[in-house]
């Protein structure tokens, strides 16, 4: 049996290793440790973003250990001021425990397909709601806030970046309640490290010296970079907004096609990150897309396996043959399947009309917003193609008898706008 690879090498190979505390390449080395990450329910879904951590713990499992995700439903209540100029608007308890559980089921499905179901959990989940919710001020001032001195807290960034526009108690203390967290897992479940994004490294740190002087055991950090584009812009947003992670947010077809739109100095980088691909794969990738570029092979093969690690191989596969309609103008319709269909019918202008012949000038009316009068010079053209058919001017009519799977026409007009029409 081959022996486990080493976390610490393979985060630092996939560019994914950007600060850790020292003597964690020891820790690590001595066996089995249980590491977390938290992610607090601030919305009812993460984001690619958070996909950067999730891997984290992913890669975490796949070296040996034990991963511990932790879901915010205490520290949510607070409002975490790392990276935020204002302070956060408070949510309701029900909103909290509503994007709490959603988060969850996602964090373990990534997990399950990333790592393959067992008998055992591949993720130990918990929520510090546990024990923030009840927890005692009095004995969390004396037992925790003893131990942090004020010049303490307002050196770590998350602070100090907002003391000119101010910082409130409530949010001062976060540090103290991430921190608390730390110490809670290491005494309860065992756990000596914790994953965080790089703007986390002062909360984390807190926690390690919580550790250190309340309990006398050892405790490590690491920190993954967040990621930008080569432009300098930030990751995960796009003209429609953020990308999530929940499927009723950011459809499987829209998700595929945001990896698929990856630029080239990026898709390189993306593939170390976000793919379980080994480096020789991605290596490979990265020199035959220098080669055709224009074939784009290294994005379609990030957007699929991105793809399948957050939905499955069935939806990934369902958006890779949507994407391939829009884009590969040779593609016969008639040889996509019926779910793809409907998969892209809800991503493009979609038509319905009664199970009758089609008249492709009202088509074009209501899907393009064209006159008539525009939709016959389309015709006469030539520019106007239903089921990969050249439409005459002469011959507007469509044969309700040709429809793909018997209800489906693919309409394309011009060069790039492309809508259905779907009978019954």
């Not at 691909?277 to 396996?305: G, Y």
């Not at 939905?311 to 596969?317: G, R």
């Not at 593609?331 to 202008?349: G, H, K, N, Q």
Request: contains cysteine; charged residues 20%.
């Amino acid at each position: 049996m081959s022996q486990p690879i080493s976390l610490l090498e393979e985060l630092a190979w996939r560019g994914l290793l950007y600060q850790q505390t020292e003597g964690l390449a020891a820790h690590l080395a001595t066996g089995p440790v249980r590491g977390y990450c938290g992610f607090d329910p601030t919305a009812a879904s993460l984001h690619v973003g958070n996909l950067v951590p999730v891997m984290g713990l992913v890669h975490l499992a796949r070296a040996g250990h034990t991963p511990v995700a932790l879901v915010g439903g205490g520290t949510a209540m607070i409002g975490d001021p790392s990276g935020k100029a204002n302070e956060r608007t408070l949510m309701t308890v029900e909103k909290i425990d509503a994007n709490a559980a959603a988060i969850h089921a996602q964090l373990e499905g990534i997990c399950q397909r990333a790592l393959g179901q067992s008998s055992a959990p591949v993720v130990l989940m918990r929520n510090n709601a546990a024990w923030l919710r009840s927890l005692d001020l009095v004995s969390f001032l004396r037992d925790t806030g003893k131990h942090f001195s004020i010049n303490y807290m307002l050196a770590k960034d998350s602070v100090a970046s907002r003391l000119e526009n101010g910082i409130s108690f409530t949010e001062f203390a976060y540090m103290l309640m991430q921190a608390y967290d730390f110490l809670h897992l290491s005494q309860h479940d065992g756990v000596s490290l914790q994953i965080g994004g790089s703007d986390q490294w002062g909360n984390m740190t807190a926690g390690t010296e919580l550790i250190r002087r309340a309990s006398s055991a050892e405790a490590f950090a690491v920190t993954l970079p967040l990621v930008t584009t080569s432009s300098g812009q930030k990751f995960g947003k796009t003209e429609a907004g953020a990308v999530w992670l929940d499927a009723s947010l950011t459809s499987p077809y829209q998700f595929y096609q945001f990896w698929i739109n990856a630029e080239d100095a990026d898709v390189g980088k993306y593939l170390r990150m976000f793919t379980l691909l080994d480096q020789s794969t991605i290596e490979a990738l990265e020199a035959s897309h220098a080669e055709a570029p224009h074939e784009r092979r290294a994005q379609r093969t990030l957007a699929r396996e991105v793809t399948t690690l957050l939905h499955s191989a069935e939806l990934a596969d369902a958006a890779e043959r949507a994407s391939r309609i829009i884009f590969d103008k040779k593609l016969d319709p008639r040889t996509i399947a019926a779910e793809v269909f409907e998969m892209l019918s809800r991503e493009i202008p979609l038509v319905a009309l009664p199970d009758a012949d089609v008249d492709v000038l009202t088509v074009l009316e209501q899907a393009f917003a064209q006159s008539r009068g525009a939709g016959k010079k389309l015709l006469q053209q030539g520019a106007v193609m239903v089921n990969g058919e050249k439409i005459a001017a002469d011959a507007p009519m469509v044969a309700a008898s040709t429809a793909v799977h018997g209800r489906w026409f693919l309409v394309r007009k011009g060069a790039r706008d492309i809508a259905l029409v779907k009978l019954g």
